[in-house]
């Protein structure tokens, strides 16, 4: 496998990989353009876009003017124009004055003019808590978007998946929202920048699931920022044989490789760190309660932040669900 | 004296009355040909306008917005537009998308309830209609930002009404189209009432003026006078295309109908103040201009009054036989790419209308 300058793959962070991943995407296509607040001059507050705005100009990589609505409904104009482009939102709670513009447009505009225009709009928001930050840029708002007919969503989990589904995302004809879990932002992986993403013969289908870990007593659903703290529980069990399954893909959600994997370990848990009403879990237990009633063993159980607005950073690590309470939630299953 | 309240600064170049008069900044050349054409627009759009208010009242469509009294402004703006300019409607535009060529029964589709859009947007180079106030003026930024990408001299023209300007979303497209120096032209039909609340309850400045707090021209022209409607915008699109970026017209003008169908002005409005711009109508003065100068006849307008009878016999015959879509067809185009759930859920429907079948119930 050859990598950056033909060797070996590479250490990286999982925002220098999506870095790289913009930048193939930039290269690969000229009506790829990136659009968003601070990502030229800056190189984005997590640096994400750092140097490509220095590499392909500000024709290619566009500041904006402070205003998400403003972002996402000029990029469904230029999208009309037949750009593809790809947006940044600064953080997870801004993305909300651009909820009109995404559910109202970019998911409807395709369905509505029956195929004639398409939104191949990508809008990556990094997401999630976990490293301190103030009110309003900790949130996980992936259902409002999940539950949204139109749109896709994907969350890369790791380095290596970042560069490749940060390039599908883009190539993709639908809108895709991406989040970036952003507590992940520096966790290093091995990337191997030879891969075409492009090529799906080749390359994993971005909207499959991808079971990271296999075991036999419990199947542990997560995604994001989630899946580097399931792995960690699934070694640290001794006594019961994890699998831990990756979605990736949360619109749609592969309920396939979900049922398969439960359909032999009769065991679910759900992971994630977005409030627990009405949230990503709750479908899933409805769909695997529909498809694998029979099968299972206990009660589909879900792990995951509470009920209330995000809280204040000293207390987040009661919030977010961690080792210790994925391992409370694989007991629960285990012990029904 | 114009008492509509348009004011001094108010381009005008066809008086109420049908006068002619000249504009120190704003003149129109127009052929013959060009000023009966506009006649036809405005008296055809009219007719379109009232068929289909006619066919909601009959239960044909679930809702119309009337474009009467907007018909000037509607017709006067498009008509300025070049082939290859984009046109980013709202839902009243009717006059607009006439004028790019969206046939009229693609028109009626949406409010026929048998799509959720009408017509393919590239092929007439205008957006489908939309109804969330204000959104579809970014989209003409964004647009008009993709022409300067591309190094085209195209322009787009973003229509909106007097309520929008209260939405963010407008604001917004007044900061980007600045900061980028856009290819678009803010066309703001100001017809005084948002439903139920008059313009004084949008702004506590004329609207115009509002461009010049963003950094570009506002110019208000009476919205009931095709020609300076027409003249203004020509105006606008050539400063878009020379580079020298946005500017919004506020066409003043009067909505003469009901916000909608479904909406009963008689509960906000004077009848008076209707009867008041009943004599600002926008086809009678140029009616009477082009009567005066020779350049229509009755012979010419006994032929346009057919014209609107046979486009009204086409709408009504059209819509009342519009088929309705097969129930699958809701799964189509909501994705480019395969969708496993999509796919599922046709076949769910597909199969559970198939146990009527099968119970012989349909």
């Keep these: 496998m050859a990598g950056i300058d033909g060797n070996e793959p590479h250490q990286m962070t999982m925002a220098q990989a999506l870095n790289l991943g913009l930048r193939r995407a930039l290269e690969r296509d000229s009506k790829t353009v990136l659009f968003g607040e601070d990502i030229g001059r800056l190189g984005g507050v997590f640096r994400v876009t750092d140097g490509l705005q220095k590499d392909f100009g500000e024709h290619r990589v566009i500041d904006a003017p402070l205003a998400e609505s403003g972002i996402v409904g000029a990029a469904v104009g230029l999208a009309i124009r037949g750009y593809r482009p790809v947006l940044e ?248 | 004296m114009d008492d509509s309240g348009l004011g001094a600064a108010g381009v005008q170049l066809l008086t109420a009355q049908g006068e002619r008069v000249e504009h120190p900044d704003f003149s129109l050349s127009l052929t013959n040909d060009e000023c009966r054409g506009l006649l036809r627009d405005m008296t055809l759009v009219r007719r379109l306008d009232a068929e289909a208010t006619a066919l909601q009242r009959q239960g044909e469509l679930g809702l119309w917005a009337s474009c009467l009294g907007q018909e000037a402004a509607q017709v006067g703006s498009a008509r300025a537009m070049a082939a290859s300019d984009y046109a980013f409607p709202t839902y009243r535009e009717h006059g607009v998308a006439w004028v790019r060529g969206v046939p009229p029964l693609d028109m009626l589709a949406m409010l026929r309830g048998v799509t959720n859009g009408g017509w393919d947007p590239n092929r007439y180079r205008c957006a489908p209609s939309t109804i969330v106030i204000g959104n579809q003026v970014l989209h003409a930024v964004g647009y008009a930002m993709g022409i300067q990408l591309d190094g085209s001299q195209d322009a787009t023209v973003g229509y909106f009404g007097d309520g929008a300007t209260a939405q963010g979303d407008v604001n917004e497209a007044f900061v980007f189209a600045a900061v980028f120096n856009a290819p678009v032209v803010f066309l703001c039909q100001n017809n005084q009432w948002a439903i139920s609340q008059p313009a004084d309850r949008q702004t506590r400045t004329p609207l115009f003026e509002r461009a010049a707090g963003f950094g570009f021209p506002g110019i208000r022209v009476d919205g009931n006078d095709v020609l300076a409607v027409m003249a203004v915008t020509r105006y606008a699109l050539e400063r878009a295309r020379a580079g020298d970026g946005p500017t919004l017209i506020e066409a003043y003008t009067y909505r003469m109908a009901a916000h909608t169908t479904s909406d009963d002005p008689t509960r906000y409005r004077e009848a008076a103040e209707l009867e008041a711009w009943r004599q600002r109508d926008p086809i009678e003065r140029l009616s009477i201009h082009l009567m005066a100068e020779g350049i229509v006849d009755d012979v010419f307008l006994e032929g346009l009054e057919q014209e609107a009878e046979e486009l009204g016999e086409l709408i009504r015959a059209g819509v009342r036989s519009m088929p309705d879509p097969e129930p699958r067809a809701m799964f189509d185009h909501v994705y480019a790419e395969r969708h496993p759930e999509i796919d599922a859920q046709r076949d769910e429907l597909d199969t559970y209308l198939a146990s009527f079948v099968e119970e012989g119930v349909r």
């Design chain 1, 89 to 336: 939102m600064q953080f997870d709670g801004f993305v909300y004055p651009a909820f009109d513009q995404i559910v109202s447009q970019v998911a409807k505009l395709r369905r509505r003019t029956e195929g004639a225009i398409g939104m191949p709009i990508t809008i990556r928001i990094p997401y999630g808590g976990g490293i301190g930050a103030v009110e309003h840029h900790s949130e996980s708002p992936e259902a409002y978007f999940a539950h949204t007919p139109g749109l896709r969503v994907l969350s890369p989990s790791d380095p290596q998946a970042a560069f490749v589904t940060i390039q599908q995302a883009i190539a993709s004809d639908d809108p895709v929202i991406y989040l970036e879990p952003k507590r992940r932002y520096w966790d290093k992986g091995s990337v191997d920048d030879s891969v075409d993403p492009l090529d799906l013969a080749a390359t994993p289908d971005p909207w499959r699931a991808r079971t990271l870990r296999a075991g036999s007593d419990v199947t542990v659903v997560c995604y994001g920022p989630m899946v580097r703290t399931c792995l960690e529980a699934a070694r640290a069990s001794s006594e019961v044989s994890i699998e831990v399954i990756d979605l990736q893909s949360l619109s749609p959600v592969d309920y396939d490789a979900i049922v398969a994997s439960v359909e032999r370990t009769a065991r679910l848990v759900v992971v994630h760190e977005a409030s627990r009403n009405a949230g990503l879990g709750a479908e899933i237990a409805a769909r695997i309660s529909e498809r694998c009633f029979t099968v299972l063993e206990a009660p589909v159980m879900r792990v995951t932040g509470y009920d209330v607005p995000y809280p204040p950073n000293r207390l987040e690590e009661f919030f977010l669900p961690d080792l210790d309470r994925v391992l409370d939630g694989v007991d629960r299953v285990m012990s029904y």
